[in-house]
């Protein structure tokens, strides 16, 4: 399958490579362009282990890319995962702006029908609003694509 995973951090960047380990398409997607432009050499961010010697024979497969950009980074994805930061607002509740603001680019830029996985640790409800905001994307757009939403908060 091809796979998009926006957000290539701890959760990300993990599950993207084992995506790709198992033989599917991967694009990883993150604003971050040091970390993506290490990621595409193979230097792995974060201390997991296995995951740098995954991740760079699977960039020889060329079964894993990554990139800033969204837009080429979601051409032809059949599911896109949100793995972005979900930070503690001051009342102690995940702060969804980063959640929201990518589902928005989403809207904005799919050129397919998709799912949309919500891998975000996320509140009960999230789902609706990510539906929300890429429905109103779409609706701007005159677009007739359509998308789904999973719920598949890591934990
Ligand atoms: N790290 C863990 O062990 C862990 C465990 C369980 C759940 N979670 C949850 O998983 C989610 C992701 O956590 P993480 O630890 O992987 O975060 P992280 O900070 O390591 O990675 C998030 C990445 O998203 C990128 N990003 C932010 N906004 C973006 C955008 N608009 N477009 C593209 N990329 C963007 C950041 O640059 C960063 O690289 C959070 O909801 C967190 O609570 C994390």
């Known amino acids: 399958m091809n796979i998009t995973i926006v957000g ?9 490579a084992c995506f790709a380990e198992m033989g599917n398409y991967v694009s990883c997607v993150d604003k971050d362009i040091i970390k993506i432009n290490n990621l595409k050499e193979g230097v792995i961010p974060i201390y997991e282990p ?5 991740v760079k024979e699977n ?12 837009e080429s980074g979601i051409k032809g994805a059949e599911i896109v995962f949100i793995a972005v930061g ?12 980063y959640v929201l603001s990518v589902a ?17 640790t996320v509140p009960v409800g ?24 999973v719920s598949n908060p890591e934990f």
């Not at 960039?59 to 969204?70: A, S």
């Not at 928005?104 to 975000?120: A, T």
């Open 8 to 16: 290539s951090g701890y959760v990300g960047l993990v599950a993207g």
């Open 59 to 70: 960039i020889k497969k060329e079964n894993i890319n990554f990139t800033t950009n969204l």
């Open 50 to 54: 296995g995951l740098s010697k995954m």
């Open 86 to 97: 979900t930070p503690m607002g001051a009342d102690g509740s995940a702060d969804l702006k």
């Open 104 to 120: 928005k680019e989403i809207g904005e830029k799919m050129q397919d029908n998709i799912i949309i996985v919500d891998k975000s």
């Open 126 to 149: 999230t789902a609706d609003k990510v539906r929300s905001v890429v429905e109103s994307e779409l609706k701007k757009r005159n677009s007739n694509l359509s998308f789904d939403i």
